[in-house]
């Protein structure tokens, strides 16, 4: 025995003396020394038991716990009972009128010495008692204003509990709720920490990979066997059903058992099954104990429940797989064995693991999802470059074939033009031969003669039109710095001199000067300013306005005058070649004018279009670009 230390003890001095107070201050020495290095809540109940049996010459002893429902006490450590007396009390009701129960919920030691107060106190001890036949004694674990449990011990013998007696009895509940209140605490500690790193290593291995059945396997095998026996991962199939999609047990037998059950028993996506209805509602559910009464209440037949027997599952929890608020999924663990029964700490600990798999599985989903959208897109990609490189071929022949056909078209237009100009001078040759030799006074002769004349003149203006629109689409351009308002007035002063006889005023605006080609601008004022003058002829006065404006995308030109106008409607026919709004007897003309501008304007990169009112006048623009 090694020399004691003299630390106070709950024993009076005087009694010390005594060979009992000595051996209870060596119990009380030792149950200090054991629980000191106690680590578990297991190890000190199982010091006290045993310690506090052998000090007080008790036959058998216990610990009960709170439940966490704060309504039973749960047995959890015992020594010297019959296995066939501890089956009623593994599970004791706070509403059970019990020693152990009445000390709990008083939080004052209940010391019964004798059978006869045991039977009549507690009516339910009656049996026990037949086979005790002694004193009991509960005693209430307390930690402050907590009461963690009961220690109860049982003596075959009755005895009476004199003074120091009680006093041991107190030291050793006392002693026994403080270490379990530690030993619980650093167990609790370990767990959250265990925990924290089970988590930690579901996170990495969980982003690790987006392929589904990867990650779905992962999440599995890093369950067993940590948190479970079984691992069954349901996700949404066809028809509504829930597929096992995965399955994990470390008996490979076991799993393909599983998968065979399942496929003749499928699992819907309703509330008929714990996985549909988690599913379902999206909540949580944990059986702690499945008992042999449960497999026999279940509706299925007499194989099947022999089948259901076969997976040996004892105690379950289902989770649902949570993403964007979206049930996913549904984990569901399973244990074999009673002694390991789930918790609520457990099933918050899988519904942690159930949540990370949810965003893995969702963003393993969107991950396939992409990769799925982008081999559509990239065989559209393909298709569309296929098609691209078929256009492109289809536009070099269809380009190659206008060039030629344009070209054809414009040595055409050149050709006709010059050979039609030597018909033309002989038809004005002989209508002024006839003229001469025709008797004066011929008034229907001299008509006629007009009127070739005149066809000979609409004809030689055709030619030249159609000469200045071959030249407008060949001719190369030359660009430079083009003063448009010294080249608007060069314009205008050449018309004037044709128009000495009317009425004009020109309104010209400063204009800017512009990089363009001098001599086909120059053709394009001619024309817009000529019709300008030609289309206001039947005003009493004609007005003919010029003026510029810098645009965003370039330099605008606007022409308008006071003249006849035309129909709107009809405004995309002006600048096609040989489209006319109005009829030659009213005003001349070969329909090329407008259509030499389009071209021309177009060739510098710019556009033109026109607006009108009848009876208003009209207003030609052309932007060119800077």
Known sequence: MPELPPPATPFPPEELATQRAWSFVQTWWRVTQALGTSVTPEHVIDTV??????????????????????QALELSATVGYEPSLLADWRHLPLTRITPSTEAFLSRVPVIVETVEQAVHDYPVLRGVMASTAGSLVALPLLVGEETLGVLALTFHKERAFDAMDRAFLGTLASLCAQSLQRSTALAEAQRLNEQLGFLAEASTILSRSLDLPTILDAIAHLTIPRIADWCVIHLPGENGQLEPVTIVHQDPAQVSFLRAFTRRHPTSATADSGVGRVFTTGRAELVPTITDEMYEASPLDEA????????????????????????????????????????????????????????????????????????ERT??????????????????????????????????????????????????????????????????????????????????????GLLLLSQASQQPLHRTDVNLHQLTRQVIDTLSADATARSVEWRLSPLPTVQGDAGLLTLVLQNLLGNALKYSSQSDCAVVEVSASHMEDGTLISIRDNGVGFDATYAHKLFLPFQRLHHPSEFEGTGLGLANVRRIVQRHGGQVWAASVPGEGATFSFLLPD
């Open 379 to 464: 065989q559209v990609q393909r298709a569309l470059d296929a098609m691209n490189l078929q256009l492109e071929d289809r536009v070099r022949e269809r380009t190659a074939e206008l060039q030629q056909l344009n070209e054809e078209l414009q040595a055409f237009a050149h050709s006709v033009s010059h050979d039609l100009r030597t018909p033309i001078r002989h038809i004005t040759s002989f209508a002024d031969l006839l003229e001469r030799q025709l008797p004066t006074g011929n008034a229907r002769a001299e008509q006629a003669l007009g009127q070739i004349r005149h066809g000979a003149q609409r004809l030689t203006a055709t030619v030249d």
């Open 49 to 70: 038991v045993h310690e506090g049996v052998q000090a007080l010459g008790a036959d058998a002893g216990s610990v009960f716990l709170s439940h966490p429902d704060g």
């Open 304 to 375: 099947s429940k022999e089948e259901v027997r076969q997976l040996q599952l004892r105690s379950i929890i289902n989770v649902p797989m949570v993403a964007a608020g979206t049930v996913v999924g549904v984990l569901g663990l399973a244990r074999t064995h009673v002694d390991r029964a789930y918790t609520p700490a457990d099933l918050e600990l899988a519904q942690q693991v159930a949540n990370r798999a949810g965003k893995a599985v969702e963003n393993a989903r969107l991950h396939q999802a992409l990769q799925v959208e982008l081999h």
